[in-house]
């Protein structure tokens, strides 16, 4: 019995003449990027365009617009070994919405480039932050340099550190002179006033204000929901073809204290096309349904890991963004579904046995304008 997660939606654009571009890769020495303009095709659902003299004969210059939806599904593969699997074919791959199966239209097993934010947990324990601390270089290897990356830590505020970047070079330095604070067992935590904020600036005019509150806990004096929103607001309007991943290495404790609910997270990662990977350290628990780092990732067809010592950690950094940037891509035009309905759930199996299949839970529609 296959394994399976769920998809995501394209948000409409118009169509327009474009000047043909180059597509992006690394010739014979990497994996070819898929081009702008097969992103184009498979990236977004699209106003199409017709003269309507065939309509309105009076008026030669009047157009009518149609909506299309074009729902593109990213999907992970692997096999009971937890190997990707790269060899299916189409017509090996069924999608239902909302328990209904819909026609794959569009099909593609290109790498997408990356848009990265790596989510760095500023608050562990000691030998914990350590491992993570010196590792953290390792994390420049996994990306191209057609990837884009921007480098935060957390506790009860998000730190950015600088902007998003392509040039390795410079994450690889950013990533040396990272330096994660260290916890004790027992040390209390300063008061929390508001969240979340990016450096010394908040977060979304929306957020409201709170109370100050102190945990008699440190380690538990973090706020992963904020975290995870914060990081993706910043991913959010980064540029459309790309895969937007939240790459976050933490314990997985979570404060009572969070501005954004999951659910809240989750509309908002959903909506914005983003996935989170999750590297679980230290003493993390990864069960299905109760750790808030297993929720995120199989909620956004992201993926789960745990990492004990400092190499298992590096050897997955890589084994992250490989995974990231290798996914099938299907798409299809919802049919015979309620398109009154907000949210719809997304299903995808494949026909071949034995196989785990990772993809997101479902979609938010646009709004009707």
Not at 227 to 255: C, M, P, W
């Amino acid at each position: 019995m296959q394994d399976f997660r769920r998809g995501m939606f394209a948000p409409n654009v118009e169509r327009r003449a474009e000047k043909p571009r180059a597509s992006r890769g690394k010739g014979t020495d990497g994996p070819r990027m898929v081009s702008p303009r097969k992103i184009l095709a498979l990236g977004m659902a699209t106003w199409l365009t017709a003269p309507a003299g065939a309509l309105q004969q009076d008026d030669p210059h009047a157009r009518i617009r149609t909506t299309v939806e074009l729902v593109v599904v990213p999907v992970t593969v692997k096999d009971s070994s937890g190997k990707l699997v790269l060899d299916l074919h189409q017509n090996e791959f069924r999608v239902l919405e909302d328990g209904i199966e819909q026609q794959i239209t569009l099909f593609s097993v290109d790498p997408f480039p990356l848009s990265a934010v790596i989510l760095l947990d500023n608050n562990l324990k000691l030998k914990t932050s350590e491992q993570v601390e010196s590792s953290l270089p390792a994390i420049a290897g996994g990306f191209s340099e057609f990837d884009e990356a921007l480098i935060c830590r957390f506790d009860t505020q998000v730190r950015q550190r600088g902007d998003f970047t392509s040039d390795n070079d410079r994450l690889l330095t950013q990533l040396k002179r990272m330096d994660l604070d260290k916890s004790f067992p027992g040390q209390g935590s300063g008061p929390m006033t508001a969240g979340p904020r990016i450096n010394a600036g908040a977060g979304t005019p929306s957020v409201p204000s709170r109370t100050t509150i102190t945990l008699t806990d440190r380690r538990d004096d973090k706020n992963i929901d904020d975290a995870v929103y914060t990081a993706g607001q910043l991913l959010q309007n980064r540029e459309r073809g790309r895969r937007k991943i939240i790459f976050l290495v933490s314990d997985g404790r979570n404060s009572r204290s969070n501005v954004n609910s999951f659910s809240n997270t989750i509309k908002l990662l959903l909506s914005a096309d983003i996935s989170v990977y999750a590297i679980g350290v230290g003493g993390a628990e990864l069960n299905l349904g109760t750790s808030v780092l297993q929720k995120y990732a199989h909620a956004t067809g992201g993926d789960v890991f745990h990492a004990a010592r400092r190499a298992e950690l590096e050897n997955l950094y890589s084994a992250v963004t490989e995974e990231a940037r290798n996914q099938y891509t299907l798409a299809y035009v919802p049919q015979e579904t309620d398109r009154s309905q907000d949210y719809h759930t997304i299903e995808v199996r494949a026909r071949r046995p034995s196989l785990t299949l990772l993809a997101r839970d479902g979609y938010y529609a646009p709004t009707k304008r």
